[in-house]
Nanobody
Framework: QVQLVESGGGLVQPGGSLRLSCAASGLNFNSYTAGWFRQAPGKEREAVAAISWSGGSIYYADSVKGRFTISRDNAKMTAYLQMNSLKPEDTGIYYC?????????????????WGQGTQVTVSS
């Protein structure tokens, strides 16, 4: 059974940092693209960052470039999202997804498995 479990969300003040983790099991995680998406109330799920199986290809949304860093540890079957200089507009539920075709996609419908999400709230 495939499982993706996100952790690390919480309440943080503007300018603060959080590190999200996505622990995978039940799939050949090391061979697939991992992506982070977020969804704010009343909005569609949007891509934040994605990383190829080797880490050699990475995508960032323009809104997070220079502030967020995606990484992965294939030995631990875990993907990470380091979020710095957080802004109120970064608030939302953050989801981890895995995509098996090999592309580093920013399109949610191309992802095959999803975690349950972790809430990130940026507020003073």
């Amino acid at each position: 059974q495939v499982q993706l479990v996100e952790s690390g969300g919480g309440l943080v003040q503007p300018g603060g940092s959080l590190r999200l983790s996505c622990a995978a099991s039940g799939l050949n995680f090391n061979s697939y693209t991992a992506g982070w998406f977020r969804q704010a109330p009343g909005k569609e799920r949007e891509a934040v960052a994605a990383i190829s199986w080797s880490g050699g290809s990475i995508y960032y949304a323009d809104s997070v470039k220079g502030r967020f860093t995606i990484s992965r540890d294939n030995a631990k079957m875990t993907a990470y999202l380091q979020m710095n200089s957080l802004k109120p507009e970064d608030t939302g539920i953050y989801y981890c997804g895995v995509e098996v075709s090999g592309t580093v996609s920013r399109l949610a419908y191309e992802y095959d498995w999803w975690g349950q999400g972790t809430q990130v709230t940026v507020s003073s």
